[in-house]
């Protein structure tokens, strides 16, 4: 059974930081390069980074984010830093390219205020 838990989502001022962690069950984990995703209001979930040999990002977040991962725990981290109000949004975990079939997790709310 696929598990996907996110946390540490918040209220944080501009400019400010935040730590995301996803508990993900072993088999997805285990097998998968794992990536965030977020989905702003009104707006089509996003790819942010994933977490494989390269770490990659989308530029939104280049120099600001950090993807990493935990293996012995089947936990991937987002820390999040010099957040910007357009970061606001739900931020999910999930293997990389997963898609609207897969199973998702209730993600963690990120709002950033100016």
């Known amino acids: 059974q696929v598990q996907l838990v996110e946390s540490g989502g918040g209220l944080v001022q501009a400019g400010g930081s935040l730590r995301l962690s996803c508990t993900a069950s072993g088999s997805i984990f285990r097998n998968n390069n794992m990536a965030w995703y977020r989905q702003a209001p009104g707006k089509q979930r996003e790819l942010v980074a994933v977490?494989?040999?390269?770490?990659t990002y989308a530029d939104s977040v280049k120099g600001r984010f950090t993807i990493s991962r935990d293996n012995p725990k089947n936990t991937v981290y987002l820390q999040m830093n010099s957040l910007k109000p357009e970061d606001t949004a739900v931020y999910y975990c999930?293997?990389?390219?997963?898609?609207?079939?897969?199973?998702w997790g209730q993600g963690t709310q990120v709002t950033v205020s100016p």
């Open positions: 999930n293997k990389y390219r997963a898609g609207t079939d897969d199973y």
């Open positions: 977490s494989g040999i390269i770490r």
